[in-house]
């Protein structure tokens, strides 16, 4: 079991507008899906960067720095190793088309996600 890499990155900011026009128009992200609080946008690598605005309810736990998703090979294996760890998991394990993914804060008091097959 290893991390494999950065799989998304998400932010949540009071600056929502800005930010969108930043990834799209500066940066160049594709736009993948947008609505009132929330803007999703991909790298050219595949990469996904999210932003949610402050009225967006479901990441209202994210801090004011940005939230970074590791990539892993065994999510399974990864999140029964971290709860071994004593790390602390935010809700419960998420599941789409094939993927897994878990909010937790680390040692440092940030928060961070794994993603991986699951």
Do not use: C
Not at 54 to 76: K, M
Request: charged share 25%; hydrophobic share 40%; aromatic share 14%.
């Amino acid at each position: 079991m290893r991390v494999e890499g950065l799989a998304w990155m998400g932010v949540r900011t009071e600056r929502f507008q800005e930010m969108i026009r930043f990834y799209r128009d500066v940066l160049g992200l594709e736009t993948l899906r947008e609505g009132k609080d929330f803007a999703w946008f991909r790298t050219s690598n595949g990469t996904q960067v999210h932003i949610y605005g402050t009225g967006d309810a479901d990441h209202s736990f994210f801090g004011p720095g940005p939230v970074v998703g590791f990539s892993v090979d065994d999510f399974g294996e990864m999140h029964a190793r971290m709860l071994g760890a004593g790390i602390e998991f935010i809700g419960e394990v998420q599941r789409a088309d094939g993927s897994a993914w878990n909010h937790f804060r680390a040692p440092d008091g940030n928060v961070y996600e794994i993603i991986g097959p699951g």
